[in-house]
């Protein structure tokens, strides 16, 4: 299943850890301070245990320039070759962050309004739908439900990856199907999450860019934020360590060498999870999205508002940035707290140990006298 833990939940639930430590870089800036070594420890202690019980992880930590990376567990499900801090993972529903900022990056060049309506979008929208705006898809407000089958049918009991996020579906076959299901509220009268919110986003970045999704989140988002090795089909990923997907000892692969994507990525996960990443390109996305590379100075105030950043009613009492994803076989997450120039990114690829989650909270809220 794709899920993105948004940043209010994430928080309210405590939800969020995970692997391993190392030492700092050489390419860190200076000394690191006694938070980062108090930090670092914590994260090290948290995630050797971990390992130990057999989950693979990869974690990055930077703190004030300082960096250290770390690789624990395996590659692969047989537990033969060595994680490694470089290895390609499924960011799931991280990708919805991608699709966010896409939004924005529209709004920016005057190609669409956060109130323009599916109505407004597309053709033949019926007419419970045609008034749903595109802020309520972005919010989770749309009263769209989270999944739905090509026959307009809301599927019941386990999506995971294997069951629905490879299934082939075209554009046409996901408005089809989405515009024929039924809501499950008044749109805009609450708010409960829906990756089909997202893959409808995907396909009004497509209308109003006139690029496919990949391209136009490429070009305008990831390449400008230095993000070479992620993405779905247009980076490069020969040669690249690709990490398996676990379920306990069976190995149900990766997308990449399984060809699921060689007749192109399915609708079924386009826009709302499923892009491979590396921890190193989303400690580059969390630089970019708040420096201000990627927006005007009023679009960037707008996006920095939104659902993926939150105040500092939250345990670390400072801005923060809280978000995760997985396919029920992997899953990532990242911590940012812009205002101390503090990230947290992390992998793991066994469903079995996904996220000791619970813990990292407290490591990175901690004053810097408790975070040993």
């Known amino acids: 299943m794709l899920s993105l833990v948004r940043s209010s939940a994430l928080l309210a639930a405590a939800l969020f850890a995970v692997p391993a430590v190392a030492q700092p870089s050489s390419t860190e800036a200076g000394k690191p301070s006694p938070q980062f070594s108090a930090r670092s420890a914590a994260i090290d202690t948290l995630f050797k245990a971990e390992a130990a019980k057999g989950g693979s992880f990869i974690v990055r930590y930077d703190l004030d320039g300082n960096s250290f990376v770390k690789a624990y567990g395996h590659l692969d499900c047989a537990r033969t070759r060595p994680m490694t801090d470089d290895a390609l993972i499924d960011s799931g529903s991280i990708t919805k962050a991608f699709t966010?900022?896409?939004?924005?990056?529209?709004?920016?060049?005057?190609?669409?309004?956060?109130?323009?309506?599916?109505?407004?979008?597309?053709?033949?929208?019926?007419?419970?739908?045609?008034?749903i705006t595109v802020s309520q898809l972005m919010e989770s407000r749309s009263g769209f439900h989270d999944f739905v089958r090509p026959d307009g049918t809301i599927p019941t009991g386990d999506t995971k990856v294997i069951v629905n996020d490879y299934l082939p579906l075209t554009k046409q076959q996901l408005l089809t199907s989405a515009f024929a299901s039924p809501l499950r509220y008044a749109p805009g009268t609450k708010s409960e999450y829906s990756n089909l919110a997202y893959q409808l986003l995907a396909a009004i970045i497509e209308a109003k860019s006139g690029m496919s999704y990949e391209h136009y989140v490429r070009e305008k988002l990831l390449l400008p934020s230095g993000m070479k090795n992620t993405g779905y089909v247009l980076p490069d990923f020969r040669g690249k360590v690709i990490a398996e997907q676990c379920e306990g000892a069976q190995a149900w692969g990766d997308p990449v060498t399984r060809g699921a994507w060689k007749n192109g990525v399915s609708w079924n996960l386009l826009g709302a999870g499923g892009m491979m990443t590396?921890?190193?390109?989303?400690?580059?996305?969390t630089d970019a999205a708040v420096s201000g590379k990627l927006f005007r100075p009023d679009i960037q105030q707008r996006f920095r508002r939104g659902d993926f950043f939150m105040g500092t009613d939250n345990p670390c009492g400072t801005e923060l940035s809280a978000v995760a994803g997985s396919n029920a076989l992997t899953f990532a997450a990242y911590f940012h707290k812009p205002r101390k120039k503090e990230v947290f990114v992390m992998a793991s690829t066994r469903s079995?140990?996904?996220?000791?989650?619970?813990?990292m909270l407290p490591i990175l809220c901690a004053p810097p006298s408790a975070a040993k």
């Open 100 to 131: 966010y900022a896409a939004v924005f990056k529209l709004v920016e060049e005057g190609r669409l309004k956060l109130d323009d309506r599916l109505g407004q979008l597309f053709p033949n929208v019926p007419r419970d739908k045609a008034g």
């Open 352 to 359: 079995d140990h996904l996220a000791p989650d619970r813990q």
């Open 278 to 285: 590396t921890v190193h390109d989303l400690k580059r996305w």
